[in-house]
């Protein structure tokens, strides 16, 4: 059973940093495309950065200021956030996707929520 799941949420300052972490099981993710996403209140589900192989992709309102990177050996993805603002609360999600003989295999965690506040 393929499963995700998110930790490193939390509550911190403005200007402060957090990171993230995805623990994925139940296949080789070392072959996944794999993202983080986010959703803050009242706001649509966005793209924050996105990784596969050696490259890496973010949202132009993180860009600079995150960092995914992710260890295949250990089934792990990570979101390094600096620099957080009250924006960026939202609750953030890991996602694994793998397109295999034109079906796409994608997955979700269960979100962690990040609240950026004095």
């Known amino acids: 059973q393929v499963q995700l799941v998110e930790s490193g949420g939390g509550w911190v300052q403005p200007g402060g940093s957090l990171r993230l972490s995805c623990a994925a099981s139940?296949?080789?993710?070392?072959?996944?495309?794999m993202a983080w996403y986010r959703q803050g209140p009242g706001k649509q589900r966005e793209l924050v950065a996105t990784?596969?192989?050696?490259?890496?992709d973010y949202g132009d309102s993180v860009k600079g200021r995150f960092t995914i990177s992710r260890d295949n050996a250990k089934n792990m993805v990570y979101l390094q956030m600096t620099s957080l603002n009250p924006e960026d609360t939202a609750v953030f999600s890991c996602n694994a996707r793998l397109w295999r003989f034109a079906k796409l295999y994608a997955y979700w965690g269960q979100g962690a929520q990040v609240t950026v506040s004095s």
């Open positions: 990784t596969s192989g050696d490259s890496a």
């Open positions: 139940g296949a080789d993710f070392s072959i996944f495309a």
